[in-house]
Structures are given as C-alpha cells and as structure tokens.
C-alpha cells in the first residue's frame, strides 16, 4: 500500500507543471571492421515529466570567453526507462541526462529523477 502511495505523490508532483518529451537515445551499430558508428537514435516516448531548473551552474573560461552550463532536474514515472546519455528537447535546449536515480522503497522502484545538463 505504501508503494502505491509514494508512486502517487511522486505523480502529482509531476502532474504540477507537466511536459511530454521524447527522449531520443544513441545507438551504435557495427561497422563490419571490428568497431562501432553511430546509428539512428532510438526514440522513445513520449513520456509525461516535470523539468525544473537546478540552481548550481557552471561556469569555466575559455578563449572565447566565459562559458556557462546550466544544469536540470527532470522527475519521471517510475517505470520510465531512461538512461545516461539519452537526449530530449525542452523550450528550444537540447538536454543531456547525465545522471538517473532511481527511488526504492523495500526493493520496488517508486520515482525516477535525472539530472540533466544542457548541451550545444
């Protein structure tokens, strides 16, 4: 009974300010040579989510200037599957899931929030 509560609140708090997106996820294919090349991404989706931003950004020097990344936090269903590396677009970003934590509760997954950091 507690589990279904938690995936519950963990949904309302995604229903607050919910977006569908498609998470586009890389695939490699051989290339007949003993490595890899890139195939065309896998989508998968849409999936109903929440993407808030993260306060901490990061910002490096380079030559050209400074040079800032801006971090997120996506909160996802507990069955969707997503991964490290998988791609999405929100507001016209392209963002990169760089990290997954899946929430347990007695060994059954309840939530799943990713971190994400937009790339070029």
Same mark, same amino acid.
């Given at each position: ?31 007949? #040579? *003993? ?10 989706? &849409?999936?109903?989510?929440? !993407?808030? =931003? %993260? ?8 030559? #050209? *200037? ?10 996802? &269903?507990?069955?969707?599957? !997503?991964? =490290? %590396? ?35």
């Amino acid at each position: 009974m507690l589990i279904k509560a938690l995936r519950e609140g963990h949904l309302r708090l995604i229903n607050e300010a919910p977006v569908e997106v498609t998470i586009e996820r890389p695939v490699r294919q051989e290339d007949g #040579a *003993g490595g890899f090349k890139k195939g065309e991404p896998q989508k998968i989706g &849409p999936i109903k989510v929440r !993407i808030v =931003p %993260k306060r901490a950004g990061r910002s490096s020097n380079t030559e #050209a *200037g400074e040079a800032s990344t801006d971090y997120w936090v996506i909160f996802a &269903p507990y069955n969707a599957d !997503i991964r =490290p %590396k998988d791609r999405l677009t929100y507001e016209d970003m392209e963002l990169e899931i760089t990290r997954v934590i899946k929430r347990w509760y007695r060994g059954e997954i309840y939530a799943v929030q990713c971190e994400a950091e937009e790339v070029t």
